[in-house]
C-alpha cells in the first residue's frame, strides 16, 4: 500500500514563499508514476495545480500558478516537492500530493492521496 505524507505547509504573508514535501513510502509505490499536487479551499472543489513525470523532465502547471510555483521530485528520496514564489492569498487551501500511472490533471486518474498540507497566505 502507497502512503503519500505531505508536509511544509503554514502561515504565509503576500509575496512570501513556502516549500511543500511530499513523502512517498510503501512496497508498490512505483517511482515511474506521475506524482502531482492538488489543493483545495474552503466551499471550492479540489483543482490541479502542478505535475511531474517521473524522470523529472515533463512538468505542466495550473494557469494561475505558471511562473510562481515549481514542481520537483527526488526519486532516490521518493519524494516530491512544490517551490510556491510570490504567494497570493488566494493560494489559501490545503494541499495534496497524489500519484497516477497516467500523465495527466484530471483528478479522477489519481488513485493515491496524501492528507493534504494547510497553506494560508494572509494579506
Known amino acids: 500500500q502507497v502512503q503519500l505524507v505531505e508536509s511544509g505547509g503554514g502561515l504565509v504573508q503576500a509575496g512570501g514563499s513556502l516549500r511543500l514535501s511530499c513523502a512517498a513510502s510503501?512496497?508498490?509505490?512505483?517511482?515511474?508514476?506521475?506524482m502531482a499536487w492538488f489543493r483545495q479551499a474552503p466551499g471550492k472543489e479540489r483543482e490541479f495545480v502542478a505535475a511531474i513525470g517521473w524522470s523529472g523532465g515533463s512538468t505542466t502547471y495550473a494557469d494561475s500558478v505558471k511562473g510562481r510555483f515549481t514542481v520537483s521530485r527526488d526519486n532516490a528520496k521518493n519524494t516530491a516537492y512544490l517551490q510556491m514564489n510570490s504567494l497570493k492569498p488566494e493560494d489559501t487551501a490545503l494541499y495534496y500530493c497524489?500519484?497516477?500511472?497516467?500523465?495527466?490533471?484530471?483528478?479522477?486518474?489519481?488513485?493515491?492521496w496524501g492528507q493534504g498540507t494547510q497553506v494560508t497566505v494572509s494579506s
Open positions: 497524489a500519484t497516477s500511472q497516467y500523465w495527466t490533471r484530471n483528478t479522477y486518474n489519481y488513485g493515491r
Open positions: 510503501g512496497r508498490t509505490f512505483n517511482s515511474h508514476h506521475t
